[in-house]
DNA sequence: GAGCACTGC
């Protein structure tokens, strides 16, 4: 069993400063409820950003970049844009904008910031996320917003006029729009010097960003404040040997922690839904054996193929006499804050998706976390009381972790980041000045790819669909499908692919014998020709019967992610209407759909071999099939699939199939050959 | 016969 004295002791976070101002957590989804706009200022003047309220506007007036270090609890994402506003920023028409990379956090923070300032959420303070635009065009003067919004914005206006002073808020999670909005602020900067930056940032990064912003221009262009953070010390404990089996020592180690009767909820980071099963599993087998005194032991699993409600359950407070545990993914490191952890248990491990460029193809692999990662786990130990974080690794394996975890440009697909680029009128990319370079081979495959597209002409500039496609919200070859269908005459059915194709988890299946009578309700849908035609299936019936929640329920179906696609549809429906591309149904002629297909997924094409695996046209990889698909038990009458999308897991496994003839990829003048007996199946 | 970390437009 589980026992403590293994832990070789240290410490990280702040000093034990425990005389702290009362709780006002910013980016907390389940805040208190908000008493009065008076009690709020008191509330807002104890925080500990007060103190640097004139530093911070010195510097902003005096630096077109500050670099914002400063940890949760500080204040900053509430505070500064207000000290901002106070200061006159967003005088004459002016706004003052704050980016999130999430769409909780803006809207949470905006609806925060509107109690402070006393105005109703969408007028002087407002926000600005995909479907939802709750600010108001003359009146916001505050706007949050998620970075892949501004991002867009700059497409339309491309020195973003409109605002004073822009903060890139918790930079340091590298998502792809933020490193995009980082290059192109840097660029608008040379153009508009009256435009002030702030990008807010962990310890780790700062520097990294001053030089950034140093390079090629003026050394009073950017500079570093600091502020202090409001977290509680978190003693850090690592493993004296490493363990064969990290699950197993997780469930010990909590397990170990309940039966110390120390009060205060326990938070697991494991790699995946397989892991915390099998976790929650073990515990539950001890529960048995505890004795009758000792607190009762909560499990609860959170990760993001949760419904709603189940990851709702997290928060909920435990009765009196039980203990939470929650055992959870990465979900829990940056997207989900739980209050009263006082234990942390991190496995070190976490699942990253990284692309590869030569084979065109994504993996989904279970990597050690970063250093700060790392940090950033322990640091939920610590956030209403003092914690412990225990580390299921020895300390010599933590000093040979990474520092950082790489920022998602250097690991993703680049076409529809490239091909937006360009639409900003940057050609040259080996003269953008990236934060982080992504590999050459990327951005070649990627411009590679869209010049294959149509999208890029032999000169490198956008073509006239070029300059369309970079406007729509989804990828290029469902952009390219939208497109097609004009000529197949289906618009009206590829709209819904291409919405249904978007989302994710359309189908609940839940473990156990719910979910085999879960199965068989998604077979209700089921189109031969495969999981395009089923998606589009489950969409019109979702539509039929009322878009309920209790029919979605009934029917396997998630109700949040066809709310979604619903939306999805929607916004890209007024694309097409914009671009003057038809609404019209192919009245059931799904020959014609899935030849329109074709026009998008021409590249991911898919034969069909005598053990019931498929082989990859182009690279002849050896792909499974994803067992959601209606093509897991059957054989395709011709033989030949398109799919949507390919990962690598412990196998290569191809999502969303649909059963094509190979004659119509004649059509796309690309050629094929059958690798076993050599012929051409396809030629131009 | 077997599986999917997390975001975002």
Known sequence: MASLQFWKPGTVGPGSNLDRATETEENVVSSAPISSALSLQAARERLPIFKHRQKLLY???????????????????????????????????????????????????????????????????????????????????????????????????????????????????????????????????????????????????????????????????????????????????????????????????????????????????????????????????????????????QLLALHAGLTTDEQLRVFEHAERGWRKVIVATNIAEASVTIEGIKFVVDSGFVKIRTYNPTTAMSSLVTTPVSQASATQRAGRAGRTAPGVCYRLYTEQAFERLQPTTPPEITRTDLTTPILQLKSLGIDDLMKFEWVSSPPAESVLRALEGLVHAGMIGEDGRLTVIGEKVAECPVEVNIARMLFASKDYKCGEEILTIAAMTTIQDVFVIPEGAAGALAELERRKFTAEEGDHLTLLNAYNAFVRYGRSSSWCKAHALSFRAMSRAVSIRSQLKKYMQRFGLPLESCEGDAKRLRRCLVTGYWRNVARWTADGTYRAVRGDTVLHVHPHSVLFTRKPRSGWVIFHEMEETKKTQIRILTEIEPDWLLEHGHKFYDKHSGASVAAQ
């Not at 040379?190 to 090629?216: C, H, M, N, W």
């Not at 500079?223 to 089996?245: C, F, N």
């Not at 980071?269 to 539950?284: H, T, V």
């Open 59 to 297: 510097a902003v007036e005096n630096h077109g970049v500050v670099i914002l270090v400063g940890q949760t609890g500080s204040g900053k994402t509430t505070q500064l844009p207000q000290f901002l506003y106070e200061a006159g920023w967003a005088a004459e028409g002016n706004r003052i904008a704050c980016t999130q990379p999430r769409r909780v956090a803006a809207t949470s923070v905006a609806s925060r910031v509107a109690a402070e300032v006393g105005t109703t959420l969408g007028d002087e303070v407002g926000y600005t996320i995909r479907f939802e635009d709750v600010s108001d065009k003359e009146r916001t003067r505050i706007l949050y917003m998620t970075d892949g919004m501004l991002f867009r914005e700059t497409l339309i206006d491309p020195l973003l006029s409109r605002y004073s002073v822009i903060m890139i808020d918790e930079a340091h999670e590298r998502s792809i729009y933020t490193d995009l909005l980082l290059g192109v602020l840097k660029k608008i900067r040379r153009k508009r010097p009256s435009l002030r930056l702030i990008v807010s940032s962990a310890t780790l990064d700062a520097a990294a960003f001053l030089e950034y912003f140093l390079s090629g221009n003026s050394p009073d262009e950017a500079t570093i404040v600091s502020l202090e953070g409001r977290a509680y010390p978190v003693e850090v404990a690592y493993l004296e040997e490493p363990v064969p089996d990290y699950v197993q020592k997780a469930a010990e180690v909590v397990w170990g922690i309940h039966l110390q009767q120390t009060p205060g909820d326990i938070l697991v980071f494991l790699s995946g839904r397989d892991e915390i099963d099998r976790c929650l599993e073990i515990l539950s087998e001890l529960l048995p054996t505890l004795p009758r005194n000792a607190k009762r032991l």
